[in-house]
């Protein structure tokens, strides 16, 4: 099992920047891919970034250009640096660990709002 702990995000303006941090501890072997999703009230979760095993790195098109996924070399923590932040970008944001053969693991979520 995989547990993850986020810190980070809070309040910015809009266009300004925010860094969310992902800590993984347990059984952190078969890995897929980690990545960050992200919850507006009324919405559904919707991908934002991930970088899978084989290197590949993938974003949502309403963050390319602004927003970066990146991980350490030992799979143990991932970041997402968020630029030039929008309003529509207001969600709980979630960080997520998937490993071949075992169900999903998630972070607690952490709230970042975008505001003037």
């Known amino acids: 099992q995989v547990q993850l702990v986020q810190s980070g995000g809070g309040l910015a303006q809009p266009g300004g920047s925010l860094r969310l941090s992902c800590a993984a501890s347990g059984s952190l072997f078969s890995i897929a891919a980690m990545g960050w999703f992200r919850q507006a009230p009324g919405k559904q979760r919707e991908l934002v970034a991930t970088i899978t095993s084989g290197g590949s790195i993938n974003y949502a098109d309403s963050v390319k250009g602004r927003f970066t996924i990146s991980r350490s070399n030992t799979w143990d923590t991932m970041f997402l640096q968020m630029n030039s932040l929008k309003p529509e970008d207001t969600a709980v944001y979630y960080c997520?660990?998937?490993?071949?053969?075992?169900?999903?693991?998630w972070g607690q979520g952490t709230q970042v709002t975008v505001s003037s």
């Open positions: 997520n660990y998937q490993q071949w053969g075992r169900a999903d693991s």
